[in-house]
């Protein structure tokens, strides 16, 4: 945690002094440490999806549904890396395209889940 | 962890650099030089950039099951 921190106060004055001189390359600088924050983190995430993935093999859930809400995380995280990085270079239309794109393909995803739930509470209801 | 706090250093330094030699280029008179120094440190910056970028997503694509 403490080398997150520092790595972020660091990598937050080395911006600013570049951003004085050249904003691209500060900028450049910006994407490469939330590029290593997040290597730097991954290893933790895959222990907790492992042990998700664990759960539900233990629990008989159908492992396309678990596959599936995976999937839309890691789509949910790389919209939202991308979004803030183009809305810090001061793109925010570009950004909320994104950020669309992202929202439109989760929902495209969660469909078979979405029909499963439909039809499940069609058959509970009386004819 | 090391490696990536020399990368970031590296950068900084690159930038600062590019900026001070193009400060100087531009009292000389060059503003040609100038604009081939920036686009150079510009695309040197950019590659390492890439490089990491491209390892964060295969990262993610491994990790979040895109087998894709």
Redesign the interface.
């Known amino acids: 945690m403490l080398?997150i921190v520092g790595?972020g106060l660091?990598?937050t004055f080395?911006?600013l002094?570049?951003k004085e001189?050249?904003s691209?390359?500060?900028f450049?600088?910006v994407?490469?440490?939330g590029?290593?924050i997040?290597?730097?983190l991954?290893d933790q995430?895959?222990e907790i999806?492992k042990m998700v993935e664990r759960l539900s093999i233990n629990a008989h859930v159908n492992m396309i549904y678990v596959?599936t809400i995976?999937?839309i995380?890691?789509i949910a995280?790389?919209a939202e890396f991308g979004a803030q990085i183009t809305k810090d270079a001061g793109q925010g239309a570009i950004a909320s395209k994104i950020e669309l794109g992202g929202k439109v393909l989760i929902l495209s995803m969660a469909i078979p889940i979405l029909t499963v739930i439909i039809e499940t509470i069609i058959s509970m209801l009386p004819n | 962890?090391g490696i990536?706090?020399n990368?970031?250093?590296q950068?900084?330094g690159?930038?600062?650099v590019?900026?001070?030699l193009?400060t100087v280029l531009e009292q000389m008179g060059k503003k040609d030089y100038a604009n081939w120094v920036?686009l150079i440190?510009?695309i040197y910056?950019?590659f390492?950039?890439a490089s990491?970028?491209e390892?964060?997503?295969q990262?993610?694509?491994s990790?979040?099951?895109?087998q894709g």
């Open positions: 080398q790595l660091v990598a080395l911006a002094i570049l001189h050249k691209p390359i500060a450049l600088l994407v490469f440490v590029s290593v997040f290597l730097f991954i995430i895959y999806i596959e995976l999937k995380i890691g995280y790389i | 962890m990536d706090m990368t970031i250093f950068i900084a690159i930038g600062i590019v900026a001070f193009v920036t440190g510009f910056i950019l390492m950039v990491i970028v390892d964060l997503f990262k993610i694509k990790v979040f099951l895109f």
